[in-house]
C-alpha cells in the first residue's frame, strides 16, 4: 500500500499510541516494516528522524538501547490525525502491537538473538536472555555484513547458555 508522507508520520505516531510504553527500533521494524509491511525501512527511519526534529517523539536509552515513545505534542497530533491512518493499516498495526504484548506478558524470560542493523549494508549480532523480566545480559557486536551478522546470530540462538557462561566466566573469573 502506498502511503504518501503525512500518512507515514501519522501511522508512526499511531504505532507509538497503540505499544503505549516506549519500543525499540527492532520492535518498531518488525511492526511497521518485517510482520505487516506497511512501511519501507528507510522510509520508516527518515520519518522517525524527521519525527524526533519536530518534537513529536523522544529517544529515550535503555539497557544500551534506543527506545522511543510519543512526546505530549506527538499524543495530541496522533489523536487529530489517527483517521487519516488507513482503518486497515490501523487494524493491522492493533493485531501486530496485540501479539507483540502477549508474547512479552506470556513468556517472561526469553532469550532474543537478532539482526540490528547500525548504516546501510552494515549490522551488529545481538544476543539478549531475560529471566523473568530481569534482563540477564544484553551482547551486541558489530559484525559487518548481513550474511556474516545472520551467522552469528544462528549461532547464539543454537547457543544462548554457553555464549552467556562463557561471558560471566571472563568477566567475573578472567577465564
Known amino acids: 500500500m502506498f502511503l504518501e508522507k503525512e500518512e507515514m508520520k501519522f501511522t508512526i505516531l499511531y504505532?507509538?499510541?497503540?505499544?503505549s510504553t516506549p519500543i525499540s527500533m527492532e520492535?518498531?521494524?518488525?511492526?511497521?516494516?518485517?510482520e505487516k509491511g506497511i512501511l519501507?525501512?528507510?522510509?520508516?527511519?527518515?520519518m522517525l528522524a524527521e519525527l524526533i526534529e519536530d518534537n513529536f517523539i523522544?529517544?529515550?536509552?535503555?539497557i544500551s538501547e534506543?527506545?522511543?515513545s510519543l512526546t505530549n505534542a506527538g499524543a495530541e497530533t496522533n489523536d487529530l490525525f489517527k483517521d487519516r491512518v488507513p482503518k486497515s493499516i490501523r487494524d493491522r498495526i492493533d493485531d501486530a502491537v496485540g501479539?507483540?504484548?502477549?508474547?512479552?506478558?506470556v513468556s517472561p524470560s526469553s532469550t532474543v538473538c537478532e539482526i540490528v542493523p547500525i548504516n546501510e549494508n552494515q549490522y551488529m549480532a545481538r544476543l539478549n536472555?531475560?529471566?523473568?523480566?530481569?534482563?540477564?545480559?544484553?551482547?551486541?557486536?558489530?559484525?559487518?555484513e548481513r550474511n556474516e551478522a545472520e551467522r552469528i546470530v544462528e549461532k547464539f540462538k543454537a547457543n544462548p547458555e554457553k555464549v552467556y557462561q562463557k561471558i560471566v566466566d571472563i568477566v567475573f573469573n578472567g577465564n
Open 129 to 144: 536472555i531475560i529471566d523473568n523480566k530481569t534482563p540477564l545480559i544484553d551482547f551486541s557486536i558489530y559484525i559487518g
Open 58 to 62: 523522544e529517544q529515550k536509552f535503555h
Open 66 to 68: 534506543t527506545m522511543y
Open 27 to 34: 520492535d518498531l521494524a518488525a511492526i511497521l516494516v518485517w
Open 15 to 19: 504505532t507509538l499510541a497503540m505499544y
Open 40 to 46: 519501507e525501512y528507510f522510509d520508516l527511519q527518515i
Open 99 to 105: 501479539s507483540m504484548k502477549y508474547e512479552t506478558l
